[in-house]
């Protein structure tokens, strides 16, 4: 319970001290006398957030004009106490621990917000608040399990249905994401998911299966029909057999073109001159004998004409031992003076046996060299004739190799045209039931996502389980009817719909939707648990409808610790008779208790 308050420059107060001794306290005063500001400063207080301001920058506007800080302390009566402080460029700083009270603030505005807003929105609160409207994955699964159109999924054979992910298995991913990202948020990826299935169904819907007939000189064969490895063992055989054919043909171009050169050879030998006479060479060799003859005469008339000319050396050239001068010093060797025109005759005569020997020697090798060039031309001619008779001889099977390489070929080409055929079909095929199977998987997933859809709408499974878990809050809303509307009862219906006996909502008069108002806030108070209540604008209630209100919030005071009730009034009515009500009156910025 909270036992005192203090609000600096907090919106329109400056500064505010407020001591609660009771657990129900009214708050009372005229308009813009900051009622309003006490009740979000309560709010920011306890949950760090008021009229929806959450960033550092909205919640600056809470700083009252002129001031750079506001600050609420909350004192409570256990000994806890807290402060809530922001400056205008800092983020609201917490000084102390904020007790969790089970403050709800989108419950504990005015009675008129939770019913002013949209019925998705009140639906998205009822699902959070409500016990058994936040179920566990295993409960979801079981109720879209259940739901007929999702059930008679279930039924199909599941080996028929080329998904990537079993009907089951999307059930309860969908299952998984309602208990996360709540109801909503599961329908909205069931519709992006069926979205999605649909574009991908459209898409394959226009795949065309290959064409089943190839056209091979001018006749038709039905591809599926054609043996694909007998085709490819024929063309290994056919492509062997040419090959064999073109080693063959390459031999007889070879074996042509080398008849061509050995004829070329034998033209270019032509006829062989004739080679010099054997008694010609013979008469060469002896007149080199000849020659060599009279040179070794002419040696050796040379020699004794120069022993002639030669006279004894002053030392003896034959003892050796010491020197001893020769007794002949000086002396001619020979018995008298050669002639010098012979010896020059001799000389002469020597030049010209070398030079007839040379000659001779030449002619001899020339000779020698015609023999043998005639020799190896003979030989080499005789050669290349055998070599012509054997080519000659051979058959030349040209024109009959071409014919069967290119019978082989065209066979060739015809078995390579089915092995293409073949092979383009497997390929254009394995796409088409690839299509095939991503079209089925998509229509089947159309369906799946579609009942989902439908399953997991408002007006689907949520409207079930609010049908169901609305005992619990229509007994809550009884018991404040009780005191509200006597003799009447306050429902809350399976559609979210709220009727007073039999009157909806929207007939209702202003001072009986406020009741209604303050019954769905004590209601749903109670089930998120929440310590403090505060309601604004029972200034709205007439003496009568306040004297019951008055009377309800005394009779419900033990299920709060404290309960605040705001209005605009000149004056606040004399009925606090009872001391767990306390009256303030708020003016120029501070609270004046108002006596019993």
């Given at each position: ?13 400056e ?5 609660l ?37 909205e ?5 009252r ?19 809530r ?105 069931c ?13 394959f819907?226009?795949?065309v ?31 062997k057999?040419k090959d ?57 008339e ?8 030669q ?21 001619r ?39 043998t ?13 055998e ?27 015809r ?35 579609d ?18 878990a ?13 005191y ?25 008069s ?81 609270l004046?208790?108002?006596?019993a």
């Open positions: 319970m909270i036992k005192s308050l203090s609000i600096t420059n907090f919106m329109q107060i500064k505010l001290e407020l001591e001794a009771a657990p129900l306290n009214f708050i009372a005063g005229q308009n813009e006398a900051g009622k309003s500001s006490i009740r979000d400063a309560l709010l920011w207080g306890f949950c760090g957030q008021a009229r929806g301001l959450k960033t550092q920058q919640q600056a506007a809470m700083i004009e002129g001031a750079n800080v506001t600050e609420v302390s909350i004192f409570m009566t256990n000994g806890h106490a807290f402060t402080r922001k400056t205008l460029k800092t983020s609201a700083q917490v000084l102390g621990d904020v007790p969790d009270i089970g403050l709800a603030p989108a419950i504990l505005m005015d009675p008129f917000t939770f019913l002013s807003w949209p019925e998705a929105q009140r639906r998205e609160l009822l699902f959070k608040v409500i016990p058994g409207l936040a179920p566990t994955e295993d409960n979801i699964l079981s109720r879209i399990c259940r739901w007929p159109a999702v059930e008679a999924i279930q039924t199909d054979d599941e080996n028929t249905q080329p998904l990537a992910t079993s009907p089951l298995g999307i059930i309860k991913s969908v299952s998984k994401m309602a208990v996360s990202h709540g109801f909503p948020g599961a329908e909205k990826e519709v992006t998911k069926r979205r999605e299935a649909k574009r991908l169904r459209d898409e819907k226009g795949a299966e290959p064409e089943k007939i190839i056209v091979i000189d001018g006749k038709e064969y039905d591809i599926p029909t054609l043996n694909l490895p007998a085709i490819e063992a024929t063309l290994k055989d056919l492509q057999e064999g054919l073109l080693r063959q043909k390459g031999a007889g171009e070879a074996r042509a073109k080398r008849l061509a050169t050995v004829k070329g050879q034998l033209e270019k030998i032509g006829t062989l001159p004739p080679p010099p006479p054997d008694n010609f060479i013979q008469q060469l060799q002896q007149d080199l004998a000849g020659n060599k003859c009279a040179l070794e005469i002419n040696t050796e040379m020699q004794q004409a120069m022993v002639q000319e006279f004894f050396p002053a030392t003896c050239p034959v003892i050796t031992l010491e020197s001893m001068a020769c007794p002949k010093a000086g002396g060797v020979g018995s008298a003076p050669v002639d010098p025109g012979v010896i020059e005759s001799l000389k002469a005569n020597r030049q010209g046996l070398i030079k007839a020997g040379d000659e001779i020697t030449i002619k001899l090798a020339e000779a020698n060299k015609q023999v060039e005639y020799q190896t031309a003979t030989a080499r001619k005789a050669s290349l004739e070599e012509l008779v054997k080519l000659a001889t051979e058959p030349d099977a040209g024109a009959d190799l071409d014919v069967e390489i290119a019978t082989r070929q065209n066979r060739i080409n078995g390579s045209a089915f092995e293409r055929a073949a092979y383009d079909y497997d390929i254009a095929l394995g796409i088409y039931k690839g299509q095939m199977e991503k079209l089925a998987a998509a229509e089947q997933e159309v369906i799946i996502y009942a989902l859809q439908k399953a997991l709408a408002p007006d689907g499974i949520p409207s079930q389980m609010i049908a169901e609305l005992d619990g809050v229509n007994d809550l809303l009884d018991e404040a009817a009780t509200l509307f006597p003799g009447r009862y306050l429902h809350l219906t399976g559609d979210l719909s709220i009727v007073l006996q039999n009157s909806p909502y929207v007939t209702l202003k001072s009986a939707k406020y009741r209604v108002g303050v019954a769905f806030q004590y209601a749903l108070s109670r089930l998120v648990g929440a310590r403090i209540l505060l309601i604004d604008e029972a200034d709205i209630l007439d003496t009568e409808h306040f004297e019951a209100f008055y009377n309800f919030l005394l009779a419900h005071l033990e299920n709060f610790d404290q309960i605040m009730v705001f209005m605009t009034a000149d004056c606040i009515y004399d009925v606090f008779g009872d001391p767990r009500a306390q009256a303030w009156w708020l003016a120029d910025g501070k004046t208790q108002v006596a």
